[in-house]
């Protein structure tokens, strides 16, 4: 099994090293038109080799794009008009919407498997990829529908190898969802930093933050490159996550100005109901391993 990587950062690097180690791929084969990510992958050996955009498709099994979301709109369908008839491809962009309604009546659209890989960290390139990113994460799958069985068996096959957990939904379901859960923390690490950076004593405030404040604002260290392509494409969809937010920062500053005490403590409290839901008792997904189960949303 031959698997072409395109675009060598941390999540294509990432997945690259969890392939090896779980023995999918005969052959990693790094596209990158960074040739210094280019090099540094094959120092790391995070690839087997490098290869030019058409060889590195034309000779691939699997097609992982895992470049910025703008760059997935144009390569995209350059790819699905390169590949072989049998080639499964899949991305691993934050948006989707976009994405697949750029390629929805090519001739190949059924080799095309929207995925969206939900787990990262705030650092790029070549180095900061590593094994286990992935380990019992989430993978939303979208539109699966339109993608013929054999490429959504194999693409499932290479995520499940990675020890991901398959979600299904619609390509807007998951925009909408990931703006809450993805697309906001970075915007709000973004202006957390900003308003730090604003203030006359910043440099006493770096000098005394916490984990507290470096665990909030870890995400205003992730690349413009990346997220800037996110929030566009996912505009919409954005703006209304942020609206809610700004409703619920004034909550607070209306409880602190009215000296409330009381509604400055159920805020709290309600927010604390967010431990059991992250510990799943509340959860409305369904998580199973089994490549022959599929996960929905209720």
């Not at 790391?44 to 000779?59: M, P, Y």
């Not at 054999?150 to 096959?157: D, N, P, T, V």
């Not at 929030?231 to 909550?251: C, P, T």
């Not at 607070?252 to 159920?266: G, P, V």
Request: aromatic residues 6%; proline residues 4%; negative net charge.
């Amino acid at each position: 099994m031959k698997v072409t990587i395109i675009g060598l950062g941390l999540i294509g690097g990432s997945i690259a090293k969890d392939l090896r180690k779980a023995n999918f791929a005969t052959e990693l084969i790094g596209v990158d038109t960074n040739l210094q990510h280019v090099e540094k992958a094959l120092e790391l050996g995070i690839v087997d080799r490098s290869a030019n955009f058409l060889e590195g498709v034309k000779e691939a099994d699997i097609v992982v794009l895992a470049i910025p979301v703008d760059k997935i709109i144009t390569q995209l369908p350059l790819i699905l008009d390169t590949i072989n008839p049998a080639t499964s491809v899949t991305d691993v962009g934050s948006t989707k919407k976009l994405i697949c309604s750029t390629v929805e009546n090519h001739p190949r659209r059924g080799n095309y498997v929207p995925a969206h890989p939900m787990s990262g960290t705030e650092n790029s390139g070549p180095e900061a990829a590593v094994e286990g990113l992935f380990q019992e994460k989430i993978c939303i799958v979208c539109d699966q529908e339109k993608s013929r069985p054999q490429h959504i068996a194999l693409i499932e096959k290479m995520y499940h190898s990675i020890g991901m957990d398959i979600a299904y939904m619609s390509s807007d379901e998951q925009d909408h969802t990931t703006a809450h859960v993805s697309h906001l923390p970075h915007i709000t690490a973004f202006a957390l930093a900003n308003a730090v950076m604003d203030t006359n004593d910043r440099n006493i405030i770096f000098d005394l933050a916490s984990g507290g404040f470096r665990s909030t604002a870890r995400l205003a260290k992730s690349s413009p490159e990346m997220w800037g392509p996110i929030f566009k494409q996912n505009q919409d969809y954005v703006v209304e996550s942020l609206a809610i937010y700004i409703k619920h920062l004034e909550e607070f500053k209306e409880s602190l100005l009215n000296k409330d005490e009381s509604k400055m403590y159920k805020l709290m409290k309600n927010a604390n109901r967010m431990r059991d839901i992250l510990n799943g008792e509340n959860s409305n997904l369904v998580r199973k391993k089994s490549t022959t189960t599929k996960m929905y949303t209720k």
